[in-house]
């Protein structure tokens, strides 16, 4: 079945830094690939998704590229703002549902 | 629009009790996802039902839990006879079709916690 993993975190980061949260996958067939954040108090919500190889999806200044031939889906942003702190999870569907990675706690200091 | 809702947000109950979550998903949302997540890890599937049909229900961890969507709409997780293992974090979510791409829209969740 299919299975992610994620970087560890916690990750602390001052305000404007470079972030980059590592994802790899294992899945059968051809999977999309979703990041989903959970700000503090609230649900999951989609961040970004790609659904075949060499997609880029973006979204709030965060970009990941779905890379086929290294199984991997990580997670950047150029400029970190406070308010990005949060928990990021990565996950993959092959079919229906999300496998998710066990997510990785984001801190940005200002 | 509405979210997707679940009720009740809070639940606290004594082992041996049974439970029972509510989700109601976003309008013609077709397919209705159960995650359990426990603290600090990310959500792990339970079951899932397209319509009115349960099409999976390998993560349902024992016979004590079980789901049902009985007029696609509306789904309730219910729990017998819990047990403090039980206690997480319950999310629902739903997506406009059953689909690899199609995303999915959670609800805030119920959290559980059994003593």
């Known amino acids: 079945g299919n299975s992610v993993t994620q970087m560890e975190g916690p990750v602390t980061l001052s305000e404007e830094a470079f972030l980059t949260i590592n994802c790899t996958y294992t899945a059968t067939g051809y999977p999309s690939l979703f990041w989903y954040v959970q700000y503090p108090g609230e649900g999951l919500q989609l961040l970004l998704k790609a659904t075949k190889a060499d997609d880029k999806g973006s979204n709030k200044g965060f970009e990941a590229t779905y890379r086929k031939e290294t199984t991997s889906f990580h997670l950047e942003k150029g400029s970190v703002q406070v308010s990005d702190s949060a928990v990021y999870f990565c996950g993959t569907s092959s079919y229906d549902k999300v496998i998710f990675g066990p997510g990785t706690s984001l801190s940005v200091i200002p | 629009g509405a979210g997707v809702s679940q009720s009740p947000r809070y639940k606290v109950t004594k082992r041996g009790q049974d439970v029972a979550l509510r989700c109601d998903p976003i309008s013609g949302h077709v397919s209705l996802y159960w995650y359990r997540q426990a603290l600090g890890q990310g959500p792990e599937f339970l079951t899932y039902?397209?319509?009115?049909?349960?099409?999976?229900k390998s993560g349902l961890p024992n016979d004590r839990f079980s789901a049902e969507r009985p007029e696609g709409s509306i789904s309730t997780l219910t729990i017998q006879r819990t047990e403090q293992r039980d206690s997480a974090m319950y999310r629902c979510?739903?997506?406009?079709?059953?689909?690899?791409?199609?995303?999915?829209?959670f609800g805030p969740g119920t959290r559980l916690l059994v003593l």
């Open positions: 979510a739903s997506s406009l079709a059953r689909a690899r791409e199609e995303t999915q829209y």
């Open positions: 039902f397209n319509y009115e049909a349960q099409q999976d």
